[in-house]
């Protein structure tokens, strides 16, 4: 089995910083594409930011120039850096990973269990 493990979530100022880990554990045979997203009370699900097996990366324009996905290939590892933090990035934040679990098996996507990150004004 493959689990998500998040941390890194809490209570900030505006203008604060925080950073988001998600671990990626179990019986992994490659990582694809690893991504965030997050859910405001009352809002549909968005994604926040991606990264692929070779390290490119998408955002959404709301956290451009604000937040930076980066990976650890060696940690099976995703983080958000997550900096200049406003009010309306307060939700729960999901890490989402595609992950193949043998060489003879089509990957599959993964989520963790969500951390809240809340940012007051």
């Not at 925080?18 to 490659?30: D, E, F, M, P």
């Not at 060696?74 to 997550?82: C, E, R, S």
Request: glycine fraction near 12%.
């Amino acid at each position: 089995q493959v689990q998500l493990v998040e941390s890194g979530g809490g209570l900030v100022q505006a203008g604060g910083s925080l950073r988001l880990s998600c671990a990626a554990i179990g019986s992994i045979y490659r990582l694809n594409a690893m991504g965030w997203s997050r859910q405001a009370p009352g809002k549909q699900r968005e994604l926040v930011a991606t990264i692929t097996s070779g390290g490119s990366t998408n955002y959404t324009d709301s956290v451009k120039g604000r937040f930076t996905i980066s990976r650890d290939y060696a940690k099976n590892t995703v983080y958000l850096q997550m900096n200049s933090l406003k009010p309306e990035d307060t939700a729960v934040y999901y890490c989402k990973a595609g992950v193949q679990r043998n060489w003879y098996l089509s990957p599959y996507d993964y989520w963790g269990q969500g951390t809240q990150v809340t940012v007051s004004s």
